[in-house]
């Protein structure tokens, strides 16, 4: 939220058996005030952005397909207190991001991440951005790398594994180990020789722009 600032009251949307619900402890340490969006509210679109204007949202989450049905429901038309929106959990097509880059009145921001990783590990911006749908880069504190199967890093451009480290990289799985030793491994780019990185099993490769 510190590319967007002064937003203070934030919409927990997400389930709290979602791992996006994480948030909602980040905000309340962070001294924002939080609204539960209601479960019939995240069902109805048009009762969704009530909430929002009648609570005087500045920010929310979502999925890309709830984001659509808002859409439909006139989210980017009428003149409203969202501000910022994270969008996640689904990929974004090319149609959806097109039209997304083209708002200006709200910010949206692509986010990408394993629960593994507490959620988020990357951020995109979509305004302004007429290239074409991408997970963007890592965010602070955060640590990403595209590696083959020997663990050695791909070249721009070169499709391989996502591998991700640095803070957020969980301990493992409880009371499995084996699992464990298999997704989250030492992290030979580090320093620090306790450092792990988590194998996301997702595929991607750097852009030339980073």
């Excluded at 934030?10 to 340490?29: I, K, M």
């Excluded at 989210?75 to 996640?88: A, H, I, P, Y």
């Excluded at 699992?179 to 580090?190: I, K, M």
Aim: aromatic share 10%; with cysteine.
């Amino acid at each position: 939220y510190a590319q967007v600032g002064g937003c203070q009251r934030v919409a927990l949307n997400a389930s709290f058996n979602f791992d996006a619900s994480v948030q909602q402890f980040v905000q309340l340490l962070s001294g924002r005030t939080l609204l539960l969006v209601p479960q019939e509210h995240r069902r109805d679109a048009s009762a969704l952005l009530e909430f929002v204007a009648d609570h005087q949202v500045d920010a929310i989450d979502c999925t890309p397909s709830q984001l659509r049905s808002w859409i439909y429901a006139d989210l980017l038309e009428k003149r409203r207190t969202l501000r910022m929106v994270l969008v996640g959990g689904e990929a974004i097509d090319a149609p959806l991001w097109s039209q997304l880059s083209q708002c200006s009145s709200i910010d949206f921001f692509n986010v990408y991440g394993p629960t593994e990783c507490t959620v988020d590990a990357t951020v995109a911006h979509l305004n302004g951005d007429n290239t074409f749908p991408h997970i963007g880069r890592p965010m602070p504190n955060r640590r990403v790398y595209i590696l083959d199967r020997q663990n050695q890093p791909m070249p721009i451009g070169v499709t391989g594994e996502i591998y991700i480290g640095g803070a957020g990289v969980a301990r493992g799985y409880l009371n499995r180990e084996a699992l464990t030793a298999e997704r989250f491994v030492r992290d030979p780019f580090s320093a620090d020789a306790q450092a792990r990185m988590y194998k996301t099993g997702d595929l991607g490769r750097w852009r030339s722009d980073g």
